[in-house]
């Protein structure tokens, strides 16, 4: 079972941090990746954390303002996001890969949370 949750509104440039229990899903084992869908848009990668060694990747939208983190004595998943800008407003996902390797695509990804959004706008 996996819950996203802390969205909320944010001034641009403000900062928020997004949870993703995954409840049954060793993060040593799985692959765990976060995606958006703005309105009016497809659902897009966000980036992705690896089981085991927990190497990250993310797209190049973020890159640099986001963080994924773990922990894995509770399962879960962190994305920081600073720096927020109004094209960063969506819902966001978390998903939890079919295997450990971390990768941007949806079909490798094979449970899906409840999304959080968040909104940018001042």
């Known amino acids: 079972q996996l819950q996203a949750s802390g969205g909320g509104l944010v001034q641009p440039g403000g900062s928020l941090r997004l949870s993703c229990a995954t409840s049954g899903f060793a993060l040593d084992y799985y692959a765990i990746g976060w995606f958006r869908q703005a309105p009016g848009k497809e659902r897009e990668p966000v980036g992705c954390i690896s089981g085991g060694d927990g190497t990250t990747n993310y797209a190049d939208s973020v890159k640099g303002r986001f963080s994924i983190s773990r922990d894995s004595t509770s399962d879960t998943v962190y994305l920081r996001m600073n720096s927020l800008k109004p094209e960063d407003t969506a819902v966001y996902y978390c998903?939890?890969?079919?295997?450990?390797?971390?990768?941007?695509?949806?079909?490798?990804?094979?449970?899906w949370g409840q999304g959080t959004l968040v909104t940018v706008s001042s």
């Open positions: 998903a939890v890969g079919r295997g450990s390797i971390a990768t941007s695509e949806e079909a490798r990804y094979r449970y």
